[in-house]
């Protein structure tokens, strides 16, 4: 359902145009990460990267150790870490691993259509 | 009860009736057990009520999380069942976790684990301090996570970390096709698997219970049926009883004087098993009722399954031969339980009758007729359902009455679907058919453990309850009825001319008697008067002498001659 309200919402904007400018909405992500593993830090820099190259001063990152704030897992439906939360802008996904997969990142973050 | 000493595995009670007895103590403590079964099987109530139990029970708090359903639904669930989990929630004895999977939202960009579940598994576990964990179902983590690899990897390290943690963990897992879990869920736990059935045979529905397979301990293999009902799960374990029931020598009066007379005079064992059986009309129901009413008096409980009549209709056929039961049902002596055979499968009936005696405590259980079940039922299948009940009521020293209706054929055997055996002391009730009527007779066909008498008895219904006559055993064979009854008149009639008799002949020695006196007495007087002739004459003649003498003096005087001689020497009266 999601999906298809943004489809829509996208279609007025800049239909067919690939990359130009999908939206300029600031975006809120939140990374959660278990300690400091080789992981973690690889999804860390991975995410900075893409932000920095996509999302250059409208996005804000909040990147929290799961190890420190067990409690805040149960509220955001973690399992998975690394999880990345796309809060904002709608709609809300959930992008899991280390984001070494910088295609499937974009998706996540409706920076591409898939 | 031995096993237990050489049982060094720890085991964690879970509180649910019966589960503990065929698990002998419960869950392995600290490992993580499967639990699988099909759709509506029970799965997730099981785990719950193992929680429930834990924390009210056994002071062990549990965590309970959960895959598919939401904390209110959850909580709403067993409120059904009496479980008050909001409360327990609050108190910190459970902890709910509800774990929510959307594969729409989830983007996979390279390699994660599962470390966030676990976090959130030890921050619940430790935040209440748990004992147990419950997993419901991890499974619907493989329709929310695409890569299975990972997701095999991680739940093996899943299970090993429960283990690690010391924590008595419950996994569900919906049933596969020709496995025991779709995702093959029994390779990772494999310490303690139960499996749940919930199957349709004859449009009636069972639930069973089985334990797959329990490492490093014995368990029960059987299935048993279970019930989930508003107190929750309860499994029955009564094929594990056995026979070491403790027997009593204590004995009970079967209600009729005249039976317990034939039972050495003193009635049934307590504990026993008693088959009334016969066809139909034969006054079987009655004998329960008596049995029933006597149990009352002597101040015990009674618990009566009806299977044809309705309470109402019971006790108002039975008040026709004097037995007030609606009186005893007042008092709360006597419980009737009535329902249709095909109510119900026979595990269904076993478990409401095991539910029900624990629940009323009676010392007698009558089943009123047993035979019903047969009807759908496979003869089998019946006789386990009765042997089970048997033992169950052997084991708690109940003493059991069932009511067997038989074809007028085949009486004694093709009857009561070959319970014989189970039974202790086994009446029969036939019909004599003579003489153009229909009477009833009474024999006891074995009675274990006592000399019982071996006549046939005539049972009659009066309004007072039931009667038993001595029948008429002669040159006519048996008589009953108005056949007895005749024989009875005709042998008095013998009788009476007999005393006849005798009477008249005492009267006729009497009146001889007299006869014989009364000639004595005439021959007596004629020999008195005969003799008091003779002395008359005799003094007559003495006169004459003495006359004779005074003449002869006189004329002597006269004469002056001596004649003393003559008197002295010739005349001697």
Redesign the interface.
């Known amino acids: 359902m999601k999906e298809k309200k943004s489809n829509i919402k996208s279609l007025p904007d800049d239909f067919g145009l690939d990359i130009s400018k999908p939206s300029k909405d600031k975006y809120v992500l939140r990374l959660y990460v278990t300690g400091s593993t080789n992981r973690s830090f690889s999804a860390i820099s991975n995410l900075k990267k893409i932000c920095e190259e996509y999302l250059e001063g409208r996005y804000e990152l909040e990147v929290i150790d799961l190890y420190q704030k067990p409690g805040l897992a149960k509220g955001d439906q973690i399992i998975a870490a690394p999880t990345l939360l796309k809060k904002l802008p709608l709609p809300f996904r959930r992008i899991i691993g280390d984001m070494s997969n910088k295609e499937k990142v974009l998706v996540g973050l409706d920076l591409r259509e898939q | 009860m031995e096993k237990k000493a050489i049982n060094t595995l720890p085991k964690t009670p879970t509180g649910i009736e019966g589960f503990d007895e065929i698990t002998f103590g419960g869950l392995p403590t600290g490992r993580p057990t499967l639990i699988c079964g099909g759709a509506g099987c029970g799965k997730t109530l099981f785990a719950m009520e193992f929680l429930v139990r834990g924390a009210t029970q056994f002071d062990e708090p549990g965590v309970f999380m959960s895959f598919e359903e939401t904390k209110e639904e959850l909580v709403s669930n067993v409120a059904s069942l009496g479980f008050d989990l909001e409360d327990l929630i609050q108190k910190k004895k459970i902890a709910l ?1 509800h ?3 959307e594969r ?14 676990f ?2 598994l ?3 576990i430790d935040s209440i301090g748990a004992k147990r964990v419950v997993l419901d179902t991890i499974e619907s ?1 493989f329709a929310g ?1 695409p890569n299975q690899l990972i997701l095999r990897a991680e739940l093996r390290r899943l299970f090993r970390w429960l283990k690690n943690k010391g924590v008595t963990a419950l996994i569900t897992g919906e049933r596969g096709d020709g496995t025991l879990t779709r995702q093959g869920l029994e390779e990772y736990v494999s310490d303690c698997v139960i499996f749940l059935d919930h199957r349709v045979t004859e449009q009636t529905s069972t639930r069973r219970l089985r334990v797959v397979k329990y490492r490093g301990t014995v368990h029960g293999t059987n299935e048993y049926p279970f019930l989930i009902d508003e107190d929750g799960f309860s499994v029955l374990p009564v094929t594990s009883l056995g026979l070491r029931h403790v027997v009593s020598n204590d004995r009970i009066s079967s209600g009729i004087p005249a039976l317990d007379k034939m039972l050495e005079g003193e009635g049934y064992y307590r504990g026993s098993t008693i088959l009334v059986s016969g066809t139909a009309g034969v006054g079987k129901t009655s004998m329960a009722a008596h049995f029933a009413e006597a149990a009352c008096k002597r101040g015990e409980r009674v618990l009566y399954f009806c299977f044809e009549e309705s309470p109402n209709q019971l006790m108002r056929n039975m008040l026709s031969i004097g037995i007030d039961l609606g009186n005893w049902q007042q008092k709360g002596l006597l419980q009737f339980q009535a329902t249709r055979p095909t109510f119900y499968g026979l595990e269904m009936h076993l478990a409401v009758t095991h539910k029900t005696v624990k629940a009323f405590k009676p010392d007698i259980v009558i089943f009123d007729p047993i035979n019903t079940f047969a009807a759908n039922d496979t003869e089998i299948e019946v006789k386990a359902m009765l042997m089970r009940i048997v033992d169950f009521l052997k084991a708690n020293q109940i003493t059991a009455m069932f009511t067997s209706l038989t074809s007028n054929r085949c009486v004694a055997d093709s009857s009561d679907i070959g319970l014989s055996s189970l039974i202790d002391t086994y009446i029969m009730l036939r019909n004599i058919e003579f003489n153009g009527e229909r009477n009833r007779g009474l024999y006891v066909l074995k009675s274990r453990g006592m000399a019982n008498s071996n006549q046939i008895r005539e049972f009659i219904l009066t309004d007072k309850g039931v009667e038993l006559r001595e029948v008429y055993i002669g040159a006519k064979g048996v008589l009953t009825g108005s056949a007895r009854i005749a024989q009875e008149a005709s042998e008095y009639a013998e009788l009476l001319i007999h005393q006849k008799d005798i009477e008249r002949r005492k009267h006729e020695i009497v009146l001889k008697r007299k006869a014989l006196e009364a000639q004595i007495d005439a021959l007596q007087a004629d020999f008195e008067s005969v003799e008091s002739e003779a002395i008359e004459l005799i003094e007559m003649e003495q006169d004459k002498i003495e006359r004779l003498k005074r003449n002869k003096a006189e004329m002597a005087k006269s004469r002056r001659v001596e004649i003393e001689d003559i008197t002295s020497n010739n005349l001697k009266i």
Do not use: C
Not at chain 2, 104 to 117: A, H, N, Q, R, V
């Open positions: 976790d774990v929510h999977i729409s939202e989830i983007e996979e960009t390279g390699e994660y684990d599962l470390e966030g579940l976090i959130r030890e921050y619940a983590l996570l």
